[in-house]
């Protein structure tokens, strides 16, 4: 039997830009028809449908939900912040906080408005007052409602999508750029942190909780050489702790938030940076399960990516994790393997304190369209229905006890 501490964060995750529809003032919205991907069009109509999937979330007796809001929303042009949306996103909160749910608040989840991507995003020098313009708004209206904050959804992610590979907008392949972006993304977050715990000190609220959502693969190597030491090295060392590191040692995160997902498989040809960095050993390892992704399910590298986190001595709560199938079995299987990892690591020391499954429902997957279903709760495109899975029912009951058992 594995029980988790009383006060444990059960949750699931979602971002706005994947479920809300018609998010016309996004950079995404203008790179879906350049580029001709599938539109996210009305995705699951979360932005009408909220009270359903956060009624059914209560069902799931989810004690935690993580969110994101809409920048471009909030702000479709460049010096205008909508009442309307304020007030929309507010209604958001105040029904998730009304259930007994606790809202965690991502500020940039991928997305940009387009006026910002259009004054050079994440490049421009002034790139970080910018968003800490959007981030003071929401912060002064929100924060009552609000103590988990994060600032930015996988930053490295989106580096390497957007600026480095150039398959999600601006569609940038530059190393020079993507380091000036990261750069911009690392003050952007030290402002907010120190903005948001002035403001709620100044407003006796109580503290904050400020983080950022950092993707973490499991790194391995198919084939010992020096060649593939170094790329494990070099990935391990940049994609997962580079920010962390930096972040805490500047003292600006008040907890770990992960998203861990999968493994990757190392074998390179050359040294170049490609290589180094993204090339991938796709042959003589398929015996684990993949994802309808082609993602390897590997929740045994969670335990190990969560011992290597006690360094910081910090808090850890898992941000996403999840997989895309159209076998709910396997789902289930999904949940429960990373539950024991988890649950394994916290004997070991790790302080854990929460676990969001992404995610609540089925959603627009950015570039791969709405063929990957990762939800607890299944989206019927044609009419926008919702259907709890048979997964989400067994993890509710988890989320109910906090016991997960063997048999189950
Ligand atoms: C992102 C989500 C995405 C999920 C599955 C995470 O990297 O935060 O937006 O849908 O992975 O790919």
Redesign the pocket.
């Known amino acids: 039997m594995f029980k988790f501490p009383p006060h444990f964060l059960w949750g699931a995750?979602i971002?706005s830009y994947?479920t809300e529809g018609d998010n016309l003032y996004s950079d995404w919205w203008e790179w879906e028809k350049k580029k001709d991907l599938i539109s996210s069009g009305r995705a699951t109509e979360h932005y009408r449908l909220y009270k359903k999937d956060f009624y059914l979330a209560k069902e799931l007796n989810l004690s935690a939900l993580r969110l994101s809001i809409e920048w471009s929303r909030i702000q479709p042009k460049k010096n205008f912040f909508s009442k309307e949306e304020i007030k929309h996103y507010l209604e958001v909160i105040k029904t998730l906080r009304s259930l007994g749910i606790i809202p965690v608040v991502t500020l940039h989840?991928?997305t940009n408005p387009i006026w910002f991507a259009k004054e050079g995003g994440w490049l421009n020098p002034k790139t970080a007052d910018y968003f800490l313009l959007y981030a003071q708004k929401i912060v002064e209206e929100f924060s009552r409602f609000i103590e988990y904050w994060i600032t930015i959804?996988?930053p490295l992610?989106y580096l390497t999508y957007g600026y480095l590979l150039g398959v999600w907008p601006p569609g940038e392949k530059s190393f020079f750029k993507a380091k000036k972006v990261l750069n911009n993304l690392i003050k952007a977050h030290l402002k907010i942190y120190d903005f948001v715990h002035r403001f709620y000190k100044k407003n006796h609220l109580p503290e904050p909780k400020i983080s950022i959502?950092q993707?973490m693969l499991k790194f391995f190597i198919c084939k010992d050489n020096f060649k593939n030491r170094l790329a494990y090295y070099l990935r391990d060392k940049f994609f997962n702790f580079y920010l962390l590191d930096k972040l805490t040692s500047l003292g600006v995160l008040d907890f770990i938030g992960i998203?861990y997902?999968t493994r990757q498989l190392i074998d390179i040809e050359g040294f170049s940076l490609k290589d180094l960095f993204f090339s991938t050993c796709n042959k003589g390892h398929d015996s684990l399960i993949k994802s309808s992704?082609g993602w390897e399910i590997y929740p045994e590298g969670l335990y190990d990516l969560l011992l290597k986190l006690k360094r910081y001595n910090l808090s850890i709560i898992i941000l996403?994790n999840?997989i895309?199938t159209s076998n709910d079995n396997l789902r289930w299987e999904y949940i429960k393997e990373h539950l024991k990892s988890i649950y394994l690591a916290m004997e070991k020391g790790a302080k854990v304190e929460g676990y969001f499954y992404?995610?609540l429902i089925d959603?627009f997957?950015?570039d791969?369209g709405f063929e990957?279903r990762?939800g607890l709760i299944e989206v019927n495109y044609s009419d926008f229905s919702r259907k709890i899975r048979d997964s989400a029912l067994n993890f509710s009951q988890i989320c109910k006890t906090g016991v997960l058992n063997e048999e189950q």
Do not use: D, T
């Open positions: 995750s971002s994947q989840h991928f959804n996988e992610v959502a993707n998203n997902y992704l996403e999840g895309a992404w995610s959603n997957e950015w791969k990957p990762f």
